[in-house]
């Protein structure tokens, strides 16, 4: 049943985009009136009139205020406590900017960065969660001040048509200055953390906090000069008051949650300059602005990566800079994977522009000229449908991104003669040809879904694109270029042909995404594909692989069959249970083969119990995560049985002894009267607890699954009365109970008993953990700003004792003083994940009918 919060939170999911869309349309009607009587070429001329000196001013202060911007991540990092070099700190700082600033990306793409490349430098998990917020604290507190004492001090006048009872912007400069006030007593007053679901957050003292203002104020300052210098000119106009509109520009452009403020940032700036520039002196200044500190930005950072590759390759970094590149190399493909999408929107939005040639007849080379446009659209439109591949390393994805950046190329220099978007394209092919090593997965070429958020961009830059061309059609008194080479109507119905063929094309791509093949068949799995599992699964330190022995799962083994995910169909849903088995470094490679399989059938990929280890690459895929519960695990090398908290398992034994209970391992393989024997035991405790067989994260009895485990067994006078098959990891590293089940006769507390002579056991064979399986729903805070989910299972770990007994389970095991680690889901969010939970639970109950019969 979908409840009313799932809606309020599936509204939540779908409003932001939504809104965003709508204000973006509004933006380009506000930017269409401003410029009805202006042409393409008048702005473009503009662009071309900026000094050289003060282009290079502009360079100076973008490069000084992503320096300054580190400065967010160094002064909370220090407040944390944490020593790591600032260098370190400077590279991740700038590489998240990059991703969240400059791309618009969701606050969920700069802490993944953050998260891949911290825990890299060794910072811990918690601390990268609290450096992320208080950067997006450092954020608003720059707002409350810069904004404050620019509005009021440099105030704005408003238009009138805005109908509000104040005419300039100096009381809103009030209301930050107010606000920020307020924040400033709220951080003295207030002597313990704040929390925000189960996550702790120290305030800053007043003095980090000012620190914080100081970088903030610095920051904005700097990214508005860079504005200020691309403008022409002029004595009315001074630094403060471009600051202020830059402000309110920058601002509202994040708030309209439009991906990096397109069309908004420019409305507002070219509305609230009118009074001083005219729109193409204005427009072609923001062309600069978007050219010099978003798009710049981006390339630089991947010619880091490609610098890193190139000098790895002539041996000229020592152990340091390869201790760097190992953790940037973790980050790479989805730099790359960004980079090749934003490149894609570039030729797109590159078509648009006129050629730029001068020297050469174009009349004498008509066609070429005719043809590059829609070569470059339909080049842009492949690459951003290929680049999502990139991130997951696969080789196909990146020869078909060469290819299509060296199509790009051509179009974009050779034939349209955009030399700066040639420059960029070049510049991402070198840097994608130095790091060809990142690319390793042999996989023929896949076109995994965009994000949401990624097709959000594009439908924004084809809405743009279609308003490009309207604009050059309606200005047709104007020449389209600079030079006069080609008149609007000419221009118009190239770029148009080039925007019908781009449609078509992806028209084609949304039909074969929509008519995908039907879900894999769920035939068991062949004796060679066993052969190599039950290979892989002998070697693996994991006790929770033998799951993969159960006969109930399909595997996805990667290519050099050393590791692979087991999964289960359901619904429309691939469930993999837990992570990838085999060497660490294969995990990422085969979650996204994973991911690929889901995408040729058109079905959700889900991952059932999953560890901490590999989150940030279940984020890549889009996925959300929500909390499951936590696993017990006993620490082996410490446990003992001595001291005043162990008398009752002490007890317990002296009990057993008492009843005649003796311990027993059995190494497999059983026997048929062994079998036979525990078949009797079985379907009596079955019968017992009025139950059926489980399966898929649970075992099952299943004569050819037991028969290769070993057994250990409590006797009553040579009777057997209790058993539980152990699942030993290899290397002796972990160590589980998966069935556990006993007779109607066995005495009173038989499964405890069997538990600690198991564990002792356990730890006089060398093993160094033993696995007390999970406490479902435990560890979920009770907090009104958790997520839904959250909530739910939290009010059902403490109000469903008549159903489960969640936190008796949770108390049994603590006897054994336990390590709690968190278990996941990762899977589509919003409303899908009712039926995601309702999937995997029918796998685990053997079908629907059994999950509610």
């Known amino acids: 049943m979908v409840t009313s919060a799932t809606w309020r939170e599936h509204l939540r999911h779908w409003l932001r985009p939504v ?18 009587e202006h042409s393409l070429g008048e702005v473009l001329e503009q662009t071309r009139a900026i000094p050289v000196a003060h282009l290079l001013l502009a ?52 802490s993944a960065v953050r998260y891949r490349l911290y825990s890299g ?12 917020a208080l950067t997006a604290l450092a954020f608003w507190v720059g707002v409350l001040s810069v904004g404050g004492v620019v509005l009021t001090q440099a105030a704005l006048p408003l238009p009138e048509s805005l109908d509000i009872p104040f005419a300039t912007t100096r009381p809103v400069g009030g209301v930050l200055l107010a606000g920020l006030a307020i924040l400033l007593l709220f951080n003295v007053l207030r002597d313990r953390p704040l929390y925000w679901r189960s996550f702790e957050l120290p305030l800053l003292p007043p003095r980090g906090l000012l620190l914080q203002g100081l970088v903030a104020g610095v920051d904005w300052s700097l990214a508005a000069a860079v504005l200020y210098f691309l403008l022409p000119a002029s004595a009315e106009v001074s630094y403060w008051q471009v600051l202020a509109v830059f402000f309110a520009a920058q601002t509202l452009g994040v708030l309209s949650t439009v991906p990096a403020g397109l069309g908004v940032f420019e409305s507002i700036c070219a509305a609230l300059l009118a009074p001083y520039y005219s729109a193409p002196a204005v427009l072609g200044a923001l062309v600069a602005f978007r050219f010099i500190y978003t798009l710049l930005p981006v390339f630089v950072a991947l010619a880091l990566f490609g610098g890193f590759e190139a000098l790895q ?14 953790v940037l190399s973790k980050l790479a493909p989805q730099i790359f994977s960004v980079g090749a999408f934003l490149a894609g929107l570039l030729l797109m939005i590159s078509s648009v522009l006129p050629p730029l040639a001068t020297t050469l007849h174009l009349t004498d080379v008509r066609l070429l000229v005719d043809i590059s446009a829609t070569v470059a659209m339909l080049s842009g439109l492949a690459l951003v449908l290929v680049s999502r591949g990139l991130a997951a390393r696969t080789r196909g994805s990146f020869r078909a991104s060469l290819a299509l950046l060296a199509s790009g190329f051509i179009s974009a220099t050779l034939l349209s003669f955009h030399l700066l978007v040639g420059l960029m394209l070049a510049l991402l092919m070198l840097a994608l040809w130095l790091s060809r090593g990142e690319f390793s997965r042999p996989s023929a070429l896949r076109l995994p879904p965009l994000p949401r958020y990624w097709a959000g961009v594009l439908l924004v830059t084809l809405l743009g694109i279609a308003w490009s061309i309207s604009w050059i059609e309606h200005s047709g008194r104007h020449t389209a270029d600079l030079f006069g080479q080609f008149s609007a109507g000419e221009y118009g119905a190239r770029a148009r042909t080039a925007l019908f063929f781009t449609g078509i094309a992806l028209s084609f791509y949304i039909l074969w995404r929509l008519s995908r093949p039907a879900l894999p068949a769920t035939a068991p799995a062949g004796p060679g594909t066993l052969a ?9 330190p994991d006790p929770e692989a033998k ?29 993999a249970m837990g992570d990838p088995v085999g060497p660490p470094e294969e995990h990422e490679g085969l979650i996204w083969q994973f991911r690929e399989l889901c995408d040729r059938h058109g079905a959700w990929p889900v991952f059932y119990e999953v560890t901490a280890h590999n989150l940030p690459v279940y984020l890549d ?27 009752k398992m002490r007890q317990a034994i002296n009990r057993g002894e008492r009843s005649g209970c003796r311990f027993e391992v059995i190494a497999a393989p059983q026997s048929d009267d062994m079998l036979d024997t525990l078949q009797t035991i079985s379907d009596e405790w079955l019968l017992g607890k009025n139950t059926g067989e489980k399966g898929f994260s649970l075992g099952s009895f299943n004569r050819d699954y037991l028969r290769d485990m070993p057994l250990a067994v409590i006797r009553v006078e040579d009777k057997l009365v209790a058993f539980a098959n152990l699942w030993c990891g290899g290397d002796a590293d972990g160590l589980s109970v998966d069935l556990m089940r006993y007779s109607d006769d066995a005495p009173h507390g038989v499964m405890e008993l069997l538990f600690i002579h198991t564990i002792l056991w356990g730890r006089e064979e060398g093993y160094r953990w033993f696995g007390l399986g999970m406490a479902p729903l435990s560890g979920l805070p009770d907090h009104h700003l ?28 603590e006897k054994f003083a336990p390590d709690w680690e968190p278990r996941y889901l990762a899977s589509p969010g919003g409303l899908a994940l009712p039926r995601v939970l309702a999937q995997a639970s029918a796998l685990v109950s053997g079908g629907l009918r059994r999950l509610v019969g």
């Open 121 to 132: 430098f060794g910072v811990e998990a918690g601390d990268v969660a609290r450096v992320i």
């Open 621 to 647: 895929l889009g996925l959300s995560l929500n909390k499951l519960g936590e696993f017990a695990v006993v620490p082996l090398a410490d446990f003992s049985l001595e001291g005043k908290k162990r008398a």
């Open 313 to 326: 390759r002539r041996h000229a970094i020592g152990e340091t800079g390869r201790a760097l590149r190992t």
């Open 532 to 540: 190599r599992v039950s290979a892989i699964v002998a070697a693996s």
């Open 786 to 813: 958790a997520s839904t989910w959250v909530r739910a299972g939290s009010f059902i770990y403490r109000h469903g004792e008549h159903f489960y007994n969640f936190d008796g389970l949770r108390a049994y095991k």
């Open 19 to 36: 809104l965003g869309l709508c204000l973006f349309v509004a933006a380009l009607i506000a930017l269409d009136m401003q410029l009805k």
């Open 59 to 110: 360079l100076l202060c973008t490069g000084s205020s992503y320096l300054v911007m580190t400065g967010y991540d160094l002064v909370a990092l220090r407040y944390l406590g944490s020593t790591l070099r600032y260098g370190r700190i400077a590279l991740t700082s700038f590489i998240a900017y990059v991703f969240s600033m400059d791309l618009g990306m969701s606050v969920i793409g700069s």
């Open 547 to 575: 799951l993969a022995l159960l006969g109930d799962k399909q595997f996805l083994l990667n290519e050099a069959g050393t590791a692979f995910i087991m999964y289960g169909v359901a619904g429309n849903s691939l469930i």
